[in-house]
C-alpha cells in the first residue's frame, strides 16, 4: 500500500470515475499535500490515465515531463499509476 502521509503530491490527468476535487479530498484526508504543481517538494506524482496530449498522443502532460527531467536530475519522486491510486483508494475503505 502507498503511503501519502505527510508527502506532497500532484495528479496529472484524469483518475475516472472521480473528479479531481474529490481525487484531492480523498488524499488530502489520507493526510497528503496536494500540489497543482511539481516542485522540488514533490514526492508523488499520480499519473492518471488521460494525461497524453491529445493532440501529440506521444507527448505527455507538462507535469509528467517535468517529473521525468526531476527524476533524472537526481529527485526522489514516485510515480504511481491510475491502477495503483485505485488500489490505495479501495484498501482505505476496507
Not at 508527502?7 to 470515475?17: E, F, Q
Request: aromatic content about 6%; glycine content about 6%.
Amino acid at each position: 500500500m502507498v503511503d501519502v502521509t505527510g508527502k506532497v503530491v500532484v495528479i496529472t490527468g484524469s483518475l475516472r470515475p472521480l473528479t479531481r476535487q474529490d481525487a484531492v479530498a480523498f488524499l488530502e484526508n489520507q493526510g497528503a499535500i496536494v500540489q497543482n504543481y511539481v516542485s522540488a517538494q514533490t514526492e508523488i506524482l499520480i499519473a492518471g490515465h488521460k494525461q497524453l496530449d491529445l493532440f501529440e498522443p506521444d507527448k505527455r502532460s507538462k507535469k509528467y515531463e517535468s517529473t521525468i527531467k526531476r527524476i533524472a536530475d537526481g529527485q526522489k519522486i514516485r510515480i504511481i499509476s491510475e491502477e495503483a491510486f485505485f488500489t490505495l483508494v479501495k484498501e482505505s475503505h476496507v
